[in-house]
């Protein structure tokens, strides 16, 4: 269920809302009841290892003590006593029970009317780009459907040679509150000085890298030449830049490719308020494709632009 993969926080409605409709146990979604938590009971505190490693190992996914299913369907909510068990509790179980700790997961307790005996638990758990993770008992799991199997070794040969291969991604748009200039409590113009950020996600430097912006013609000033010099093509209404690396990035590194500068006015506010802004991420392994529109991204004082903000300097 996207809710748990996107990252958004989960809250006790959330739950709720899983429970009423029934959402499906999956491939990347997994109900655990909340007896199933344990710090005593070896058995259980071992599937819970197994089972964050195996989603690790494959496309990543949510586990979630405090929800029991009834025909692989959540069906009801059996709360974790979270005075007993803690978040630090269970990453300590998790970084001793699977080598190469997983990186950026989430333990997230979610307390119903502030009762820490009725605690449901939401780990969220990244596809990994250190994968493959070894479980306690020496062995490499996967997820299938709504089990953990043991991987093929081919299968697990294939993961360490993904582990050698770079990848990054767009990190961040920043600075996307625009700077007005008002005459008569109008706008006649309003400025933005966005910066755009990638990250390298894998274990291994990237040497060769390509960011290229597609946007309107008419929103972008031609004079920062910041932006103009890597002017490639005119595309439609879009002019188009491809920005080369500058120097390597290394692991786990966040680096700014551009700050460039647009404007919105009057004459060019319903091309703004109609299109987007497309970003494509070349890199040595692939291709990344973003797209934003530009009225949802670009505000000012955190509420979208509407054209009676704007002087209009025809009249």
Known sequence: ??????????????????????????????????????????????????????????????????????RNKANSISFVNSNLITESDINNILTFKIHRPVKDLQIIPVIFNNDKNKTVYVIKIPQSHDAPHISFDNKYYKRNKFSNVVMEEHEIRMLYNKSGVSEIEFFALLNTNGVPTLEDGKITVINFYPRFLIKNISSIIEHSYKFEISLPTSIYDTSFTALQEYFVRFDGINSVFSIPNRSPIFQEEITNVLETKLFVNYENYEIFANNKLNIRLFYTNGIKTHSFNLLDTFIYKNKQLQIGDFQDNIL
């Not at 748990?4 to 409709?21: A, L, M, R, Y």
């Not at 655990?32 to 259980?44: A, I, M, P």
């Open 1 to 70: 269920m996207s809710l748990f993969i996107s990252g958004k926080h989960t809250n006790q409605e959330d739950i709720i809302q899983i429970v009423d409709n029934h959402v499906e146990r999956s491939i990347n979604l997994e109900f655990r009841s909340g007896d199933e938590l344990s710090l005593t009971n070896q058995q259980k505190i071992n599937k819970l290892a197994i089972t964050v490693a195996a989603f690790a190992n494959t496309i990543g996914g949510t586990l979630i003590y405090g929800i029991d299913y009834k």
